[in-house]
């Protein structure tokens, strides 16, 4: 069974300044780990992901995650965020085989940002 | 322009009715999904499509079937509606298995009264 854990429902910050998502997974074997964002009322769009190679990530508008197998993590940043980013983003983990796919979301992060 | 459209947007059903939901593409994309999303939860997987007419259960399939007739084109049916199936559901696609990126639509708010 795999599980994915945003732990901040919520996440408040002021236009210009830097900001981190948490994102924490359990699973045995390979994985992969996306990043989506949903503003309000539309759908998902795809930001970025991971499997192997560059545990550092980059992905559209500025965001980069970093994998680490030693803390189970995928945790989205952007080092200055814009008053657009305010959104509601989820964390997805995705394993298993063709014909025998597993998809996870994490409940999401909601961030909001302050003029 | 790479698009996953959802019909209808908004939908009033009572208990007991058929509700179907529709979804295209136009990417020419394999794979499709459809998920539902409830508040707290994030989205859960309710069926996957490899291809016309080649579908997979998803977490929570129960009370959901689903058809593909043509690879632009995925129905999610609900056979009698339940209240506890009131969600906003999404449809996505993908152009290979799950680990390629997923493009979705815009959801489909509906309300089982």
């Known amino acids: 069974t795999q599980t994915v854990s945003q732990s901040d429902a919520h996440v408040t910050v002021f236009e210009g300044d830097s900001v981190e998502l948490r994102c924490n997974y359990s699973?045995?074997?390979?994985?992969?780990l996306s990043w989506y964002i949903q503003h309000h009322g539309r759908g998902l769009q795809f930001l970025l992901k991971?499997?192997?190679?560059?545990?550092v990530v980059q992905g559209v508008n500025g965001f980069e995650a970093e994998f680490s197998k030693s803390d189970s993590s995928f945790h989205l940043r952007k080092a200055s965020v814009h008053w657009s980013d305010s959104a509601v983003y989820f964390c997805?983990?995705?394993?298993?085989?063709?014909?025998?796919?597993?998809?996870?979301f994490g409940a999401g992060t909601k961030l909001t940002i302050k003029p | 322009d790479m698009k996953v459209t959802q019909m209808p947007r908004y939908l009033i059903k009572r208990m007991g009715e058929n509700v179907l939901l529709e979804c295209g593409q136009d990417?020419?994309?394999?794979?499709m999904y459809w998920y539902r999303q409830d508040p707290g939860l994030g989205l859960q997987l309710i069926y996957i499509?490899?291809?016309?007419?080649?579908?997979s259960e998803g977490d929570i399939p129960k009370g959901y079937r689903v058809s593909r007739k043509k690879r632009e084109h995925f129905s999610l049916i609900l056979d009698s509606a339940k209240t506890n199936q009131t969600s906003v559901y999404f449809c996505?696609?993908?152009?290979?298995?799950?680990?390629?990126?997923?493009?979705f639509g815009p959801g489909t708010r509906l309300l089982v009264l």
């Open positions: 996505a696609s993908s152009s290979g298995p799950f680990q390629d990126t997923q493009y």
């Open positions: 699973y045995g074997g390979s994985i992969y």
């Open positions: 991971y499997y192997s190679g560059n545990p």
């Open positions: 997805a983990v995705s394993a298993g085989s063709y014909g025998n796919e597993k998809i996870t």
């Open positions: 990417m020419s994309h394999e794979t």
């Open positions: 499509s490899y291809d016309v007419d080649s579908n």
